[in-house]
């Protein structure tokens, strides 16, 4: 017995001090976790990513923006307010999108990895894993428009941010025809882009709703010439047609009251009787 029991606390204590082992490697990694993303400097709500804090930042937040971008480019320089302001915005509305940068000329190796070639690069990670480049509008609230329809469900999401590439495509086309110049009605034509999108669809419905109404006005036209009823609500029944026995015998017919209206004028009336007479009568 004694050895038995001696036994049985010896397996107790090994499983005691490997699920003890276990605790604490969990709270090794889960400190450094911390402590990583602790370190990740933030300038002005954008996250600036490194080699070693880089994957840290995009297994962290399922939704993350990462701008590759260079110190000289005069593109990516343009893109800073809208970019900042963004990302101050989508951390107060989210918990789970964050906009990043990486400065591809100090991390050669972040930017050889993922063959950015030109800037600025954007690039959007969901659940940490590369899910695409941002081709999209850079204007305050397109960044932040963009990264709130990657929470939606897919169908959804795919519709928005299709609406997004045609508003981004509208915007360019804009600014190349309007001037600086111009800036009050390049805002009212910006503002309008819904009803530009919609004019399209209109020209298609337009003539398949002709054609419906030009199909409804014949069969209207089509019941008018039906016979009508007549007010006893029976409707007139159609003449019979006559065979040739038929006719031959409406001819004899036509010929015998021609005959019988001559003799009635050939023959001469009657004059009246005198009143004598009538008396004697």
């Known amino acids: 017995r004694r050895p038995a029991r001696s036994r049985r606390e010896d397996i107790r204590g090994r499983m005691l ?6 605790l604490r490697a969990a709270i090794l990694v889960l400190a450094v976790s911390v402590a990583s993303a602790a370190n990740v400097p933030i300038e002005n709500g954008v996250y600036k990513l490194e080699k070693d804090t880089f994957d840290t930042m995009v297994n962290k937040y399922p939704l993350v923006m990462v701008k590759f971008y260079a110190p000289w480019c005069g593109h990516c320089k343009a893109m800073v307010p809208a970019y900042e302001k963004d990302a101050r915005k989508l ?37 940490g894993e590369l899910f695409g480049t941002y081709s999209g509008g850079r204007d305050k609230g397109d960044f932040v428009a963009y990264m709130q329809s990657m929470s ?15 508003q981004s495509v509208y915007k360019d086309f804009v600014r190349l025809f309007l001037p600086a110049q111009l800036a009050p009605y390049r805002k009212l034509v910006l503002s309008a882009f819904p009803v530009f999108l919609v004019l399209p669809v209109v020209f298609l419905m337009l003539p398949l709703v002709l054609l419906c109404r030009r199909g409804k006005g014949e069969s209207d036209r089509g019941r008018s010439a039906q016979p009508s009823k007549r007010p006893g609500g029976r409707s007139s029944s159609p003449v019979p047609k006559r065979g040739a026995g038929d006719k031959a015998s409406a001819q004899a017919e036509g010929q015998e009251g021609d005959s019988v209206a001559e003799a009635a004028a050939a023959t001469p009336a009657a004059e009246p009787k005198r009143e004598g007479e009538k008396k004697e009568d």
């Open 152 to 166: 939606y469900p897919a169908p959804i999401g795919l519709i928005v941010r299709g609406f997004l590439a045609l």
């Open 17 to 22: 001090g490997a699920m003890a082992m276990l």
């Open 91 to 127: 951390k107060t509305i989210s918990e789970t999108a964050r906009l990043a940068k990486v400065d591809a000329t100090a991390e050669k190796a972040l930017a050889e990895k993922f063959e950015v070639t030109g800037f600025p690069t954007l690039l959007v990670f969901k659940g």
